[in-house]
């Protein structure tokens, strides 16, 4: 298997821009996650999707950030409009089952400007 | 509310050398521990998973224990190399299918 795919793995823009980050699970998983990463919080979590369901979105930092799940093997984060205080490495991870083994993608290190 | 601790944040040793990344969670109820690798710009490894039945699990020159009811787990590394240095993340998975992360150890190993 390839693992969880996301894209694009380095975006740079401008602030009050729209961004779009993209994850594909491990075929079959049941639920993902989206993290974000910061050397000053660490690891956060900010939404996760069981069977495509939004399950917890508590960890949202507010309504600028969006995050859908159409379909078992597609997820998109969306942040609109973005600000300087977003950047970070955004990460998507999925684990077949409850109880079973998290596997993450190689991060989307996103810079707005 | 799971909080999960890791100590020490950093750690060096020479080559050779047999260490101990150790982890520590609030609640005991639990489903499993995973410990993760993290190498610099990139996203985290599944090293070891333990299930909230076992008492530990061994992969290569790494061994995992975890003890559930005093809330703790240690990473064993043996023979430590230059390429085990990364950062090692312990998480734990609740109950309500959610993740804990430490803050991470980062081990340095010294040729």
């Known amino acids: 298997d390839a693992g969880v795919i996301q894209s694009p793995r380095h975006e740079v823009t401008e602030m009050g821009q729209e961004v779009t980050l993209r994850c594909k699970p491990i075929?079959?998983?049941?639920?993902l996650f989206w993290y974000r990463q910061t050397m000053m919080r660490g690891l956060e979590l900010l939404i996760y999707?069981?069977?495509?369901?939004?399950?917890?979105d508590s960890g949202m930092p507010e309504d600028r950030f969006s995050a859908k799940m159409p379909n078992a093997s597609f997820s998109t984060l969306k942040i609109q409009p973005s600000e300087p205080r977003d950047s970070a490495v955004y990460f998507c991870a999925s684990i077949l089952q409850l109880g079973g083994e998290l596997f993450f993608g190689e991060g989307s290190r996103l810079t707005v400007l | 509310k799971q909080e999960v601790t890791q100590i020490p944040a950093a750690l060096s040793v020479p080559e050779g050398e047999n260490l101990v990344l150790n982890c520590s969670f609030t609640d005991s109820a639990i489903y499993n521990l995973q410990w993760f690798r993290q190498d610099p710009g990139k996203g985290l490894t599944s090293l070891l998973l333990?299930?909230?039945?076992?008492r530990e699990q061994t992969s290569g020159r790494l061994n995992a224990s975890l003890d559930k009811s005093s809330g703790r787990s240690t990473l064993y590394i043996a023979a430590s190399q230059p390429g085990d240095s990364a950062t090692y993340l312990c998480a734990v998975q609740n109950t309500g299918n959610q993740f804990y992360f430490g803050t991470g150890t980062s081990l340095t190993v010294i040729p």
């Open positions: 333990i299930q909230s039945s076992q």
């Open positions: 999707f069981n069977n495509n369901v939004p399950i917890d």
């Open positions: 075929s079959g998983h049941n639920s």
